[in-house]
Each structure stands twice: as structure tokens, then as C-alpha cells.
């Protein structure tokens, strides 16, 4: 295996599922945080997870576009099979084109399996949360929007990636 510059190997935790892999992390970071958060003060404590689960979905968004060989959206869409293994999520293509990937998620049984578990508050956290960070470790020139998830109650998760062509001036969101 190839080292990544911390010195660690690099994460092949994904071959099991990302779905698999959140439930095993849940099921060690929920009561995990629930102590820290009695011993020091849960407001900080999550905060910190959060800002945590940011950093490392940012280095798997550059190490995905280095396994990929390519950090483009067509690249991107390539990668869905991670997230989407073993029935994870359900999804409509709503559009792609150059520069635009945008689809439906109409079943998350990441929410499903929080929610199960009695951690739907954690399961934005631990991954919702990670889906624009992630993009941006993969691409920092993606746009990313969504503006509702199965997990806050929603129907269905609604994704934007856009990525501006050369010389066009990204949008703000």
C-alpha cells in the first residue's frame, strides 16, 4: 500500500460499504461523545466531532479523486457506487451533463439505520455533514447544494454538484 503524507495507509474502510462502515463508526462514536460530552460539556464536545468529521471528509475527497484519476463530475458520478452499495441509498438522476451531476435521493437507509439506532440527531453529523466537504476535498471547483435531506424529514435529499467551466465565475450560495 501506498502512504499518504501523515504516514498512514490509505483508508480501504470503503470496501466494506459506506453504509456498513457509518454504522460500525456510530455504534463506537455515539457513546464515545456522550461521555466526553458529560465530562467536558456536550456543546463543545459535538462541535469538535463535527469539525473533525469535516477534516477527515475532506482528505477521503482527495484521496477519492487520486484513486479515480480524476477530479472531474464525470469522475464524481463514477464514485457513486461507494455511497450506494448493497441498496445504501436509492437514487434519481435528475441531470447530468458537463458540468452538472444533480440527483434525487429517494431512500437513505443511512437515515433509516440512525434512526434505528436512537441516533437520528448524529446521523447529520456523522454523515449528511460530509457530503459537501467531502466534494470539496475531491474538487474544490465543485459547487455543492442541497436544500433538504431525508434526515431532517424531507421526502427526499435534492443534490446539486456544479462545476463552472473555465473562465466562468462560480456562483455564490
Known sequence: MSEIDDGRTPDTLNDVGVLKRREIEARIVAPLLARLGEEFGAERVYELAREVVVDVAKTQGSELAAQLGGNDLAHFADSMDNWTKGGALQIEVVEQVDGI????????????????????DLGAALSCNRDGTMVEGFN????????????????????VYRLPASGETPVEL
Open 101 to 120: 451531476f444533480a440527483f434525487n435521493v429517494t431512500r437513505c437507509r443511512y437515515a433509516e439505520m440512525y434512526r434505528d439506532l436512537g441516533l437520528a
Open 140 to 159: 474544490p471547483n465543485i459547487e455543492f447544494t442541497r436544500t433538504q435531506t431525508i434526515m431532517s424529514g424531507a421526502t427526499h435529499c435534492d443534490f
